[in-house]
């Protein structure tokens, strides 16, 4: 690790002697000791650092064109598309890379849920997770309500009216939060200014993210703790390789929404400059914020309602006490691990469900998949610690290896 | 020092230091707390935004069964001229059905004139006039029905749409806010 490092040319060393920045780097991204065993899903950490990058470039030349302000953002977005030398291409990339950067996110906590990441020793790193993932959710709200069209307008009322039923201070809250006394342009510059300033805030805790996994280690598919040594191998070039092969992959797709149906995950409402006196006939938040959008709208009182959707992000933090089992990997558990794919099934048909109007058998399906989605964490969880019989865990992650190499050589003695 | 004879002075009185902790500890929350208000304050509703909060309304122009929109502090406000079925409709309704018990007469000040604001009380949506199972107004966004009194009748919204504060300057004159 990090100890084990010399900087070789005289620069280096002189740096490294008054900064250990060289140690720093080289030892975190280059001989950082890494499971020998990690799959593909493991690499949707880096593709995450790619989308945050991406997402904060594109932006900042985005913000050199864009005006915050309810007369001119229109204009300003549509002048981005028409005039600016390339600015349909900036924007595209940044639009579509917001729901590219929510794919990899669902992945990758799926990830972590499946093969119990969140556990011992891993806490914090899953907890800082929830909290960048909170932090996604409003830069994306926000970044969505700056082009001001008519989606814009009608989401940032809605959502920002999910204050409205904080009981006493409700009204006081929401006209403190737009400036005004409804979604105005006060509104849009703070969210500009928000916008801009989460991602950042977002860094700063992937630096922490990353900071509190460097101290256990990774976990990986067999969930066992690893030797250091036997079963690990270095970051670099081993899993800097995969990454990169994965990115590319993932680059693929990005790159086909962008040049081939750039608008397919937006709404045409969009391209309707807002109009505070009319509410469009169906209001649908981002592809991305649907399964929660679907709990809110599952509960028939306001208040319980918006309490449902908040829960339904809050109650992620406590998955590592909520899960009883010592097993992390679900490879190894064969109970829990049916519930598990009933829990990834329940979220895509809130997903759809929210994308539907809530009436009918949609209300219903929304109310008992709203159900399933909290027991699995309050109930299921907890629970089938005690009951499930997971399989037999193998000693290390090199063992089921190692003793095929010895059968090999065995049979190979007596032949 | 002499830990025991410190240990001793502390539970038995109050020390010159304990004071001293007190009042520096007091004065810089309440110094902090000063200073962070007008970080917070300067996001309330502006001087600019308070001082159009007052809107004239001429009624001539509209006809019994006609509602007009206007705007005020950003918001939609309806102004309806309700028809004598209209009124006798809202008049007629057993406060015992209503979510937010409220009778007509209280939510007008002349009974052919409804003014109230166009926003839906759920989660801010702008109603549909002359739609709903009670004849009155419907939210499309998450399906809330309101009657010809603007009550909430059925659906997520928790109350009646709300009436603003407006007064008659003369029979076909309204000034709200
Ligand atoms: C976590 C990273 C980010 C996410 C998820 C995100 C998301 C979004 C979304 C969904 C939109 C609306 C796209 C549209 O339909 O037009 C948007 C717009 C915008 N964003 Fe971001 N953004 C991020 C980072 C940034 C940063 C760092 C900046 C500035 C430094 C920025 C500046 C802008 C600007 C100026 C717009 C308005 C132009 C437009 O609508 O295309 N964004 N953002
Ligand atoms: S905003 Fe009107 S029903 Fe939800």
């Known amino acids: 690790m990090s100890d084990d490092y010399e900087p070789q040319s005289t620069v280096a060393k002189w740096i490294d002697k008054r900064l250990p920045i060289i140690t720093l780097f080289s030892g975190h991204l280059m001989q950082f000791p890494t499971p020998k065993n990690l799959n593909y899903w493991w690499t949707f950490g880096g593709i995450l650092t790619f989308c945050l990058i991406t997402q904060i470039i594109t932006g900042l030349v985005l913000a050199m064109h864009y005006i915050a302000d309810a007369n001119l953002a229109f204009a300003s977005v549509e002048h981005i598309m028409r005039d600016v030398n390339y600015g349909w291409l900036l924007r595209y990339i940044h639009a579509n890379g917001a729901s590219m950067f929510f794919i990899a996110v669902y992945l990758h906590m799926a990830r972590s849920l499946f093969y119990g990441s969140y556990k011992e020793p891993r806490e914090l790193i899953w907890i800082i997770g929830v909290f960048i993932f909170l932090l996604m959710i409003a830069t994306a709200f926000m970044g969505y309500v700056l082009p001001w069209g008519q989606m814009s307008f009608w989401g940032a009322t809605v959502i920002t009216n999910l204050f409205s039923a904080i009981p006493f201070f409700g009204e006081a809250i929401t006209n403190w939060l737009w400036g005004d006394y409804s979604v105005s342009g006060a509104l849009l510059t703070r969210f500009f200014t928000l916008h801009y300033l989460m991602p950042f805030l977002i860094f700063g805790l992937v630096i922490l993210h990353i900071w509190a996994l460097h101290v256990p280690g990774n976990n990986n598919p067999e969930g066992i703790d690893v030797v250091k040594g036997q079963d690990t191998v270095p970051f670099h070039p081993h899993y800097v390789v995969k990454d990169v092969l994965a990115l590319v992959v993932f680059m693929i797709v990005f790159a086909g929404f962008v040049f081939f149906s750039p608008n397919i995950l937006g709404h045409s409402d969009n391209y309707i400059q807002a109009n505070p006196l009319q509410t469009p006939e169906h209001i649908v938040p981002e592809w991305y914020f649907l399964p929660f959008y679907a709990i809110l709208r599952a509960i028939p009182d306001k208040l319980g309602g918006v309490i449902a959707m908040v829960s339904a992000i809050a109650i992620l933090a406590f998955i590592p006490w909520l899960d009883s089992s010592k097993v992390r990997s679900c490879k190894y558990r064969p109970l829990y691990r049916q519930f598990y794919w009933l829990l990834i099934a329940d979220f895509i048909l809130l997903g759809y469900l929210g994308s539907q109007s809530a009436t009918g058998i949609y209300l219903i399906l929304g109310r008992l998949a709203t159900l399933y989605y909290f027991l699995h964490f309050i109930l299921v969880m907890p629970l089938i610690g005690f009951i499930e019989k997971p399989k037999p865990l193998p000693k290390s992650i090199s063992e089921p290896v190692l003793s095929k190499e010895e059968q090999l050589a065995k049979s190979g003695q007596t032949a | ?177």
């Open chain 2, 1 to 177: 020092m002499d830990t025991k004879k410190d240990i001793d002075t502390a539970e038995t009185k109050v020390t010159r230091r304990d004071f001293l902790y007190l009042t520096t500890g007091s004065f810089t929350v309440v110094g902090a707390g000063a200073l962070v208000w007008p970080f917070i304050a300067q996001m309330n509703p502006d001087a600019s935004v308070k001082a159009l909060a007052s809107t004239e309304v001429d009624l001539s122009p509209i006809m019994p069964g006609q509602s007009i929109t206007i705007l005020w502090r950003g918001k939609p406000v309806f102004v309806r001229r309700r028809t004598e079925e209209e009124i006798a409709e809202a008049q007629a309704v057993e406060q015992t059905d209503l979510p937010d018990p409220e009778t007509d007469e209280t939510r007008v000040q002349k009974p052919e004139w409804l003014v109230m604001v166009g926003v839906c009380t759920h989660l801010g949506c702008i109603p549909l006039g002359n739609k709903g199972e009670y004849n009155g107004w419907f939210c499309p966004c998450h399906g809330s029905h309101y009657d010809t009194s603007g009550r909430i009748r059925k659906g997520p919204a928790p109350k009646n749409l709300e009436i603003p504060s407006y007064v008659f300057l003369d029979d076909n004159t309204i000034k709200i806010g």
